[in-house]
């Protein structure tokens, strides 16, 4: 079955960095487009990034344009977000999905506070 498993949140002081990570498994990784979403606190859940398959092309939201940045490896059937400048209110449970499934992971925390 479709596993999704993020990591890489935590704490960090507005204008740092992290990098969020997702292992997935249970189907062909490397033919699928991959999403980011985050949900802030009594906030809905929100797209934030794709990165498509097979050309690697890739689309942010306008609210993290300039500053995050999907990647992947195929050969590790991971995907990633890479996240600079950060601000408050980036602060959230931030999750990656397969485009074309319903399966979300558990998430991963992300808080940017001084």
């Known amino acids: 079955q479709v596993q999704l498993v993020e990591s890489g949140g935590g704490v960090v002081q507005p204008g740092g960095s992290l990098r969020l990570s997702c292992v997935v498994s249970g189907f062909t990784f490397s033919s699928r487009s991959m999403r980011w979403y985050r949900q802030a606190l009594g906030k809905q859940r929100e797209w934030v990034a794709q990165i498509n398959s097979p050309d690697g092309s890739t689309n942010y939201a306008d609210s993290v344009k300039g500053r995050f940045t999907i990647s992947r490896d195929n050969a590790k059937n991971t995907v990633y977000l890479q996240m600079n400048n950060l601000k408050p209110e980036d602060t959230g449970v931030y999750y990656c999905?397969?485009?074309?499934?319903?399966?979300w992971g558990q998430g991963t925390q992300v808080t940017v506070s001084s």
């Open positions: 999905k397969v485009l074309a499934f319903a399966n």
